[in-house]
Structure formats: C-alpha cells, structure tokens
Nanobody, 121 residues
C-alpha cells in the first residue's frame, strides 16, 4: 500500500524549531520529487519547499528558515523549520510527484494526512 506519513508537528513558541518527517511506504522516494505544502485556517494551500529526485535541486518559498533534505536509505524526507513565527501555523503536508517539483498540488500523486504545526506563546 502506497503511503506517506508525516510526523514531528506540535506546539512551539515563536523563534523555536521543529523537524517534520515524511516517511514513505509502498514505493521508493528516490524516484519522486517531494514537496512540502501547508494550509492555514481560511487560507489556500501553499507550497513551502520541494526537493527534486533527478538532481537534488531544492526549491523554497520560505528561504533562510526552512531546510528540506532527504535520506533515501530511510525512504524519508525532512523539513527542518527554524525561527518559527506565528504565521507559520498550519497543517503541513508532504506529497510526491513523479514529473517535477511544482507549487501546483495537481502534479502530486501521493499525499500524507498532514501534521499540525502551531507557533504560539
């Protein structure tokens, strides 16, 4: 069964850090471009970061604070989030796209269930 499972979300104070994990089962992440998206209440889903399968190229919309990485041996992709702000509060999703990285969710074939990140004092 093909599955993506996110973990690592939680409540953190402004300025804090979290590391989200996206673990895949049923398929090999090596061959997929993996994106992180987030959706805050009342807002549209937005792309946060993506790492390419072909050349490891990385794309960010949140530059300087978030870092995406992949561990192919563990079939897992990570999103390290530092200096978190209240506006980062959202449900974070990882997704897998075969063709390429994109801000458009329509290119992604597989989605996780999401993990809640809340930044609040």
């Amino acid at each position: 069964q093909v599955q993506l499972v996110e973990s690592g979300g939680g409540l953190v104070q402004p300025g804090g850090s979290l590391r989200l994990s996206c673990a895949a089962s049923g398929f090999n992440l090596d061959y997929y471009n993996i994106g992180w998206f987030r959706q805050a209440p009342g807002k549209e889903r937005e792309g946060v970061s993506c790492i390419s399968s072909s050349d490891g190229r990385i794309y960010y919309s949140v530059k300087g604070r978030f870092t995406i990485s992949r561990d192919n041996a563990k079939n897992t992709v990570y999103l390290q989030m530092n200096s978190l702000k209240p506006e980062d509060t959202a449900v974070y999703y990882c997704a897998a796209a075969f063709r390429r990285c994109s801000d458009s969710g329509s290119l992604y074939s597989y989605w996780g269930q999401g993990t809640q990140v809340t930044v609040s004092s």
